[in-house]
């Protein structure tokens, strides 16, 4: 059973009220990331890209960065008003939206097989997973890419239950043709999985 605090961390205005607090900002990416996206997830200039659940849009602009054009979700209109005001759209690479995956109808523009890499960055655990990758393996070219970077709920060392639990990692590999996971942190607490292929 979910509990009132987790269903109040998952809704929209839970989101709305942090993202307007004063002070909230975000933390730099770090250059290994970044690095990490264009080594192992082939992400190349001129692909179509998606930051699912991109707050303030921090990765969606370095995606950018690297000649994605990019298009950052979220379903806190807050979040994406001030993602639009901290990035502009870098010469029409980037852009934000407003969108619930779980409760919106698709949006129009996601056709079958029209995008490169979609990416879930600290995202993933607050969809409906089974649902939402669905769609994506519909989104996905067939050499397409699905990023998900996470938190690793059993080596989170400060008790917190957050991110993903180590076995439903491993579970993303289910149906894709390739599975490649690396470890973000030196402890395995943040760990990326690369899937391409979404039929396999």
């Given at each position: ?51 699912i659940g ?7 602009c370095q ?54 890499l979609i ?82």
């Amino acid at each position: 059973m979910t509990s009132p605090a987790s269903l109040a961390h998952r809704s929209p205005a839970f989101w709305d009220d942090m993202y307007a607090a004063p002070g909230a900002s975000f933390e730099p990416i770090p250059l290994d990331e970044i690095r990490f996206l264009q080594d192992r997830a082939g992400a190349k200039l001129g692909q179509r890209a998606m930051d699912i659940g991109t707050g303030l849009g921090e990765w969606a602009c370095q995606m950018a960065q690297v000649g994605l054009l990019v298009t950052g979700y979220d379903y806190s209109s807050v979040a994406i008003e001030r993602a639009r005001e901290l990035h502009g759209s870098h010469g029409g690479m980037l852009r934000f939206e407003l969108h619930d995956f779980d409760n919106d109808p698709i949006p129009p523009n996601l056709g079958t097989g029209n995008i490169d890499l979609i990416s879930c960055r600290h995202s993933l655990h607050f969809l409906d997973q089974q649902r939402f990758i669905v769609d994506v393996r519909r989104w996905l070219h067939p050499d397409g890419v699905l990023l998900v970077t996470t938190a690793v709920t059993e080596k989170i060392g400060d008790g917190r239950e957050i991110g993903m639990p180590d076995e439903r990692v491993r579970a993303l590999a289910q149906g894709w043709r390739e599975y490649n996971r690396y470890d973000l942190a030196p402890d395995g607490s943040i760990t990326a999985v690369v899937l391409r292929g979404p039929w396999g």
